[in-house]
């Protein structure tokens, strides 16, 4: 029979690798907190119409990337390929836009995109991220930012750059659109079929082109222009960003493969990672919640990779501290006591001590590397003979040493031990 496998571009994290998850979303949600972030969960599934109406239907997330089916209610389902829609829908929904107005969410969980896999890209990835509904400020953008780079210096993600633009309004948008539409036009011939179509339906998609000839054609054509309230923004902005002391370069052009997006953009750039080198991006994104069936209301958000912070950062750098030694193994002696050693078990458990032991009757050497193996602090041997005197015998594995415990002060004293080693 053949062995069956994980789908391609899906993967299984074990034990060792959940670690280092762990401390990149640890990481994320202590710092989002700090920062006044409360945490949201969505849905993995929503209505297709969320993204067609958010993310645009000329993007390639739409046409290409997403998961989409009907389900047997004839509804057009998919599997969500982005956090920002659907934390705004849920806003919405749940009127927060009424009850709290300005609201600092954040997220972690799993997207998925229908895109041909390689390294940093995957067909189920999962990210963090952050919205701020409900703001114009660019004091917003820049607090979002200085959070963005913060998680990903505390999760051990070095030589980053972060890269600034300005997108400028809808109305800055349709002028240089047209612009670069007019700039393009006597070079349509030599753009990918794609590229051609999309100089009508929505010009911007050329500067995303994976194909490098129109790439290089697109950006040497390209033309941006910013409003005068676009451009005061946009310098308030960079003036917060300096005196954070947050770097950033603001030379370089890039577009954002998301149509919601107006104003402040920004993406995190690692060297090292190949084509797919930024961990984490996002911006401003003024008219979505309008344009969801919301007020106007001004907003701002950033997601970041998991995966992609975890290869940025390098084997080891973000896993966390060695895990110290806790809690208890308890061994048994003789088989017959399987069911009094679990009473003991239980009650340790039930007093917040984490306590393993064995159910299969292996020996007590066995049973010590078992112990040692699961970081056990202690191991508690209950045979008969420490039954009949009413004691237990205590090894401490890190120090050890081994001590005598009367059976009946045994919960108390070690629940005692290790409350007090956790604080």
């Given at each position: 029979?053949?062995?069956?496998?994980?789908?391609?571009?899906?993967?299984?994290?074990?034990?060792?690798?959940?670690?280092?998850?762990?401390?990149?979303?640890h990481?994320?949600?202590?710092?989002?907190?700090?920062?006044?972030?409360?945490?949201?969960?969505?849905?993995v599934?929503?209505?297709?119409?969320?993204?067609?109406?958010?993310?645009?239907?000329?993007?390639?997330?739409?046409?290409?990337?997403?998961?989409?089916?009907?389900?047997?209610?004839?509804?057009?389902?998919?599997?969500?390929?982005?956090?920002?829609?659907?934390?705004?829908?849920?806003?919405?929904?749940?009127?927060?836009?009424?009850?709290?107005?300005?609201?600092?969410?954040?997220?972690?969980?799993?997207?998925?995109?229908?895109?041909?896999?390689?390294?940093?890209?995957?067909?189920?990835f999962?990210?963090?991220?952050?919205?701020?509904?409900?703001?114009?400020?660019?004091?917003?953008?820049?607090?979002?930012?200085?959070?963005?780079?913060?998680?990903?210096?505390?999760?051990?993600?070095?030589?980053?750059?972060?890269w600034?633009?300005?997108?400028?309004?809808?109305?800055?948008?349709?002028?240089?659109?047209?612009?670069?539409?007019?700039?393009?036009?006597?070079?349509?011939?030599?753009?990918?079929?794609?590229?051609?179509?999309?100089?009508?339906?929505?010009?911007?998609?050329?500067?995303?082109?994976?194909?490098?000839?129109?790439?290089?054609?697109?950006?040497?054509?390209?033309?941006?222009f910013?409003?005068?309230?676009?451009?005061?923004?946009?310098?308030?902005?960079?003036?917060?960003?300096?005196?954070?002391?947050?770097?950033?370069?603001?030379?370089?052009?890039?577009?954002?493969?998301?149509?919601?997006?107006?104003?402040?953009?920004?993406?995190?750039?690692?060297?090292?990672?190949?084509?797919?080198?930024?961990?984490?991006?996002?911006?401003?994104?003024?008219?979505?919640?309008?344009?969801?069936?919301?007020?106007?209301?001004?907003?701002?958000?950033?997601?970041a990779?998991?995966?992609?912070?975890?290869?940025?950062?390098?084997?080891?750098?973000?896993?966390?501290?060695?895990p110290?030694?806790?809690?208890?193994?308890?061994?048994?002696?003789?088989?017959?006591?399987?069911?009094e050693?679990?009473?003991?078990?239980?009650?340790?458990?039930?007093?917040?001590?984490?306590?393993?032991?064995?159910?299969?009757?292996?020996?007590?050497?066995?049973?010590?590397?078992?112990?040692?193996?699961?970081?056990?602090?202690?191991?508690?041997?209950?045979?008969?003979?420490?039954?009949?005197?009413?004691?237990?015998?205590?090894?401490?594995?890190?120090?050890?040493?081994?001590?005598?415990?009367?059976?009946?002060?045994?919960?108390?004293?070690?629940?005692?031990?290790?409350?007090?080693?956790?604080?």
């Amino acid at each position: 029979m053949t062995m069956l496998q994980a789908l391609r571009g899906t993967t299984d994290l074990l034990p060792e690798e959940v670690a280092r998850w762990s401390a990149v979303e640890h990481a994320a949600r202590r710092l989002a907190r700090i920062y006044g972030y409360r945490e949201v969960r969505t849905p993995v599934i929503e209505e297709a119409a969320l993204f067609l109406r958010s993310v645009g239907e000329t993007t390639d997330i739409v046409q290409k990337e997403m998961f989409r089916f009907t389900d047997r209610g004839e509804h057009e389902i998919v599997l969500r390929p982005e956090g920002t829609a659907a934390v705004v829908r849920a806003y919405l929904e749940r009127n927060l836009h009424k009850t709290e107005g300005f609201a600092k969410l954040f997220y972690l969980g799993p997207m998925f995109r229908a895109e041909r896999p390689q390294a940093g890209r995957f067909r189920q990835f999962h990210q963090y991220g952050v919205e701020a509904i409900g703001s114009t400020s660019p004091w917003v953008d820049v607090e979002a930012i200085a959070l963005c780079v913060h998680i990903l210096r505390e999760c051990g993600v070095g030589d980053a750059t972060v890269w600034l633009a300005s997108m400028g309004c809808r109305k800055d948008q349709a002028r240089s659109a047209e612009e670069l539409r007019k700039r393009l036009e006597p070079h349509k011939s030599k753009l990918c079929k794609e590229c051609q179509a999309r100089l009508q339906k929505n010009v911007f998609r050329v500067l995303d082109c994976k194909n490098p000839d129109c790439h290089a054609i697109a950006w040497d054509m390209k033309a941006f222009f910013l409003c005068n309230d676009c451009t005061a923004h946009f310098q308030e902005v960079r003036r917060g960003l300096k005196e954070t002391g947050i770097a950033f370069d603001d030379t370089k052009y890039f577009a954002r493969g998301l149509d919601y997006y107006t104003r402040t953009v920004f993406e995190v750039r690692v060297k090292g990672l190949g084509a797919q080198d930024a961990v984490a991006a996002g911006g401003r994104y003024d008219q979505l919640v309008e344009e969801l069936g919301g007020p106007p209301m001004g907003a701002f958000g950033f997601a970041a990779g998991i995966e992609r912070v975890l290869m940025a950062a390098g084997t080891g750098a973000t896993s966390a501290e060695p895990p110290a030694r806790a809690g208890v193994y308890l061994a048994v002696a003789q088989p017959p006591l399987i069911g009094e050693a679990f009473r003991l078990v239980q009650r340790l458990r039930e007093c917040g001590v984490p306590a393993l032991m064995d159910y299969d009757g292996k020996s007590l050497k066995a049973q010590f590397r078992e112990a040692d193996k699961a970081l056990a602090r202690l191991v508690a041997v209950l045979g008969e003979t420490e039954l009949a005197q009413g004691s237990i015998t205590v090894k401490d594995l890190g120090a050890g040493s081994q001590r005598t415990v009367p059976l009946d002060s045994f919960i108390e004293e070690i629940s005692r031990e290790e409350q007090g080693r956790c604080h």
